[in-house]
T-cell receptor
Framework: RKEVEQDPGPFNVPEGATVAFNCTYSNSASQSFFWYRQDCRKEPKLLMS???SGNEDGRFTAQLNRASQYISLLIRDSKLSDSATYLCVVGALGNQGGKLIFGQGTELSVKP | DTGVSQDPRHKITKRGQNVTFRCDPI?????LYWYRQTLGQGPEFLTY????????KSRLLSDRFSAERPKGSFSTLEIQRTEQGDSAMYLC?????????????FGPGTRLTVT
């Protein structure tokens, strides 16, 4: 079983749609969670951290369910510029931390 | 540009050749990470340094791979006797460590093609 699993998509949605991505992680002791965005042939960039109480940044909402080991990202009113791959990421434990464990990514294509 | 830089951006090599990549982290960052990404997959951790000390190596890092960060600044990743399976994007990232080890900034990557 992979440590972080995501539906690879692709998700094809019209502009203005709401889209949700889900992710599960295998290590119940994990403490740090993130969503990264990666444009085609570019490096990953941190989109947002995910906090236990859930958090929002403009049109983006991230939620964490520790009991189900489940992380979600909701994008409201999607824009053409949101087209990218969204990577679910868990911070590995131990050895002073720092290692990131990535899911395979979910591809989003927003169409006019 | 004060971000993470990597050199070269692209490398095409023949099977069996050695290649070396360089990463220059953000100057005040004491942690430096190497990841590898193949098509359709997320990045996979290879190794990381705190200053010049290599703190962890993945099982993905076979004997043909070696990484160094001799003065705690830039880092090099060398692959000896390249194989076609080594073709991938090699990403470098840096962070401040301390309370924010996971807040990593990635470089543009070195795309390796082994023919």
């Amino acid at each position: 079983r992979k440590e972080v699993e995501q539906d690879p998509g692709p998700f094809n949605v019209p502009e203005g749609a709401t889209v949700a991505f889900n992710c599960t992680y295998s290590n119940s002791a994990s403490q740090s969670f993130f969503w990264y965005r990666q444009d085609c042939r570019k490096e990953p960039k941190l989109l947002m951290s995910v906090y236990s109480s859930g958090n929002e940044d403009g049109r983006f909402t991230a939620q964490l369910n520790r009991a189900s080991q489940y992380i979600s990202l909701l994008i409201r009113d999607s824009k053409l510029s949101d087209s990218a791959t969204y990577l679910c990421v868990v911070g590995a434990l131990g050895n002073q931390g720092g290692k990131l464990i990535f899911g395979q990514g979910t591809e989003l294509s927003v169409k006019p | 540009d004060t971000g993470v830089s990597q050199d070269p951006r692209h490398k095409i090599t023949k099977r069996g050749q050695n290649v070396t990549f360089r990463c220059d982290p953000i100057s005040e960052h004491n942690r430096l990470y190497w990841y590898r990404q193949t098509l359709g997959q997320g990045p996979e951790f290879l190794t990381y340094f705190q200053n010049e000390a290599q703190l962890e190596k993945s099982r993905l890092l076979s004997d043909r791979f070696s990484a160094e960060r001799p003065k705690g600044s830039f880092s090099t990743l060398e692959i000896q006797r390249t194989e076609q399976g080594d073709s991938a994007m090699y990403l470098c990232a840096s962070s401040l460590g301390g309370r924010s080890p996971y807040e990593q900034y990635f470089g543009p990557g070195t795309r390796l093609t082994v023919t």
